[in-house]
């Protein structure tokens, strides 16, 4: 009986040390859009353009939750406690849709949505979403594709922007990229609306 009771005593104190994940941050990043369609505002297909924006594709540094850091021309590191609500691509896909609403006055489909009239397809790479350690800045880098009609010509852009940052931390990344994303998004949306 003294050993089971033994053992018990030994275990109670070490799984209080066992941690099955990393430790949270205190807080987590998101991005807000500048510009957003009111509440309650109605627009239809039938009488607005419609437009379909896919979540873009991504490379590996970018496929976490997790604010990367270039830190030379061939290292990636990570921003310490800076995580994203969700992975970048999707944040940004979000955003694009609310700019490109709020200023084009298209109706924004989801895939989804879009099976049976897609109207105009946006998509393409979201290339950098992160921090330059070398000058400081903010880096969004959007490589876009714009299919405006049913000829399914591609059209294609670069969109970049760049926003000075004061320290490589996590208080520094969210406003920074946050304002550099808008930049870029309000960029694609005056594209769109041509």
């Keep these: 009986m003294r050993t089971p009771l033994a053992i018990l ?39 607005a353009k419609s437009i379909t924006i896919q979540t ?14 270039q ?13 994203w609500v969700e992975v970048p691509a999707r944040l940004f896909a979000r955003l694009v849709s609310d700019t490109v609403a709020a200023r084009t006055g298209r109706v924004v489909l989801s895939t989804a949505q879009s099976i049976s009239d897609p109207g105009a397809r ?3 790479e979201l290339r950098s979403f992160g921090l330059d350690a070398t000058t400081r800045e903010a880096v969004v880098t959007f490589d876009a594709s714009l299919i ?19 320290a490589i931390d996590a208080a520094s990344a969210g406003p920074a990229l946050n304002q550099a994303a808008n930049q870029v998004a309000g960029q694609v949306a005056e594209w769109v609306g041509r």
Excluded at 15 to 43: D, M, N, R, W, Y
Excluded at 71 to 83: C, K, P, R
């Design 71 to 83: 830190a030379t021309a061939t290292t990636i590191a990570y921003v310490e406690e800076a995580l």
């Design 122 to 124: 946006l998509g393409g």
């Design 148 to 166: 405006r009609g049913s000829d399914n010509a591609v059209e294609k852009r670069r969109f970049e922007a760049r926003v000075p940052v004061a």
């Design 56 to 69: 873009p594709s991504v490379p590996q540094s970018l496929a976490t939750a997790r604010v990367p850091v």
């Design 9 to 47: 005593a030994l275990a109670v104190p070490l799984a209080a040390c066992i941690s099955f994940g990393a430790k949270p941050p205190p807080s987590l990043l998101t991005l807000q859009a500048e510009a957003s369609v009111p509440v309650g505002q109605q627009v239809s297909s039938a009488a």
